[in-house]
């Protein structure tokens, strides 16, 4: 009686998405385009991000994004389709279209809101604290900007980034790079 049990709780255990990594990567990120629009008091971001890639393999069918603390609202292809996508374990898996040949460049749009918990981080004043300005920044070097934009975020694939960012009145925005 045991045995049969055992079989049935393993049949139920969801299993764990590949690993995304230098090995399993098959594309490389080359532009990056942000626009976003924090909502401080919220904790929240907005955006589309504007991902362009080559295929790293002949068929490429299947984007893999790291992706945390987000919810995705809808992604499009260069042509404006729209694409069918999963999350799981922290994987963001968008289905494209119809296979790219190796070094075919695509752009992909993904709308979405992350309440980040590491890689963008919030300030507002409070009762305890009334004169903390209200402010956000992200430190997201390492493996953090995953928290708050949809990206493959390891340190081993270089690209540029553009960022437009929304704020309200009198926030200004500063920048380096």
């Given at each position: 009686r045991i045995l049969p049990l055992f079989f049935v709780l393993c049949a139920a255990l969801p299993a764990v998405a590949e690993p995304l990594d230098a090995t399993t990567r098959d594309f490389d990120q080359i532009h990056l385009d942000l626009s976003v629009e924090p909502h401080l008091r919220k904790g929240t971001v907005d955006g589309p991000a504007k991902l362009t890639f080559p295929a790293l393999?002949?068929?490429?069918?299947?984007?893999?994004?790291?992706?945390?603390?987000?919810?995705?609202?809808?992604?499009?292809?260069?042509?404006?389709?729209?694409?069918?996508?999963?999350?799981?374990?922290?994987?963001?898996?968008?289905?494209?279209?119809?296979?790219?040949?190796?070094?075919?460049?695509?752009?992909?749009?993904i709308a979405y809101r992350s309440k980040p918990t590491s890689g963008l981080w919030f300030h507002a004043p409070t009762k305890e604290h009334p004169h903390v300005p209200l402010s956000v920044y992200s430190q997201g070097q390492g493996t953090n900007n995953r928290h708050w934009i949809p990206c493959y975020d390891l340190p081993d694939d270089r690209l540029t980034v553009a960022t437009h960012v929304t704020v309200e009145d009198p926030l200004k925005t500063v920048a380096n790079g």
């Amino acid at each position: 009686r045991i045995l049969p049990l055992f079989f049935v709780l393993c049949a139920a255990l969801p299993a764990v998405a590949e690993p995304l990594d230098a090995t399993t990567r098959d594309f490389d990120q080359i532009h990056l385009d942000l626009s976003v629009e924090p909502h401080l008091r919220k904790g929240t971001v907005d955006g589309p991000a504007k991902l362009t890639f080559p295929a790293l393999r002949a068929g490429f069918r299947r984007l893999r994004l790291h992706s945390v603390d987000t919810t995705v609202l809808c992604v499009t292809d260069s042509t404006g389709r729209l694409l069918g996508w999963t999350g799981r374990d922290g994987i963001l898996a968008i289905d494209l279209a119809a296979p790219l040949a190796k070094g075919t460049e695509e752009t992909l749009t993904i709308a979405y809101r992350s309440k980040p918990t590491s890689g963008l981080w919030f300030h507002a004043p409070t009762k305890e604290h009334p004169h903390v300005p209200l402010s956000v920044y992200s430190q997201g070097q390492g493996t953090n900007n995953r928290h708050w934009i949809p990206c493959y975020d390891l340190p081993d694939d270089r690209l540029t980034v553009a960022t437009h960012v929304t704020v309200e009145d009198p926030l200004k925005t500063v920048a380096n790079g």
